[in-house]
Nanobody, 114 residues
Framework: QVQLVESGGVLVQAGGSLRLSCSAS????MGWFRQAPGKEREFVAA????????RYADSVKGRFTISRDNAKNTVSLQMNSLKPEDTDVYYC???????????WGQGTQVPVSS
């Protein structure tokens, strides 16, 4: 059974940094998404596990970095220069059975205060 467990979401001040982690049972192509109440879930960043190719939403380029830890089967999202508009619930997701993200974590709250 595939399990994705996020951690690291805490209250942070604008301009600060935070690191989210997502542990998985195996190595998958993975991504981070975020969603605010009443809004659609939006893509944040993704990483191809085998070669490490990354992709980012324009809104986070230069501020967020996605990375993987092969030894721990963990994907992290380093978030710097956080803004109040980054406040969301952040979800990690994995491509397990298809080319789409078909497994999701439970989400971790990231409030950014101004």
């Amino acid at each position: 059974q595939v399990q994705l467990v996020e951690s690291g979401g805490v209250l942070v001040q604008a301009g600060g940094s935070l690191r989210l982690s997502c542990s998985a049972s195996r190595r998958y192509d993975m991504g981070w998404f975020r969603q605010a109440p009443g809004k659609e879930r939006e893509f944040v960043a993704a990483i191809n596990w085998s070669v490490g190719i990354t992709r980012y939403a324009d809104s986070v380029k230069g501020r967020f970095t996605i990375s993987r830890d092969n030894a721990k089967n963990t994907v992290s999202l380093q978030m710097n220069s956080l803004k109040p508009e980054d406040t969301d619930v952040y979800y990690c997701a994995a491509k397990v059975c298809s080319d789409g993200y078909d497994y999701w974590g439970q989400g971790t709250q990231v409030p950014v205060s101004s």
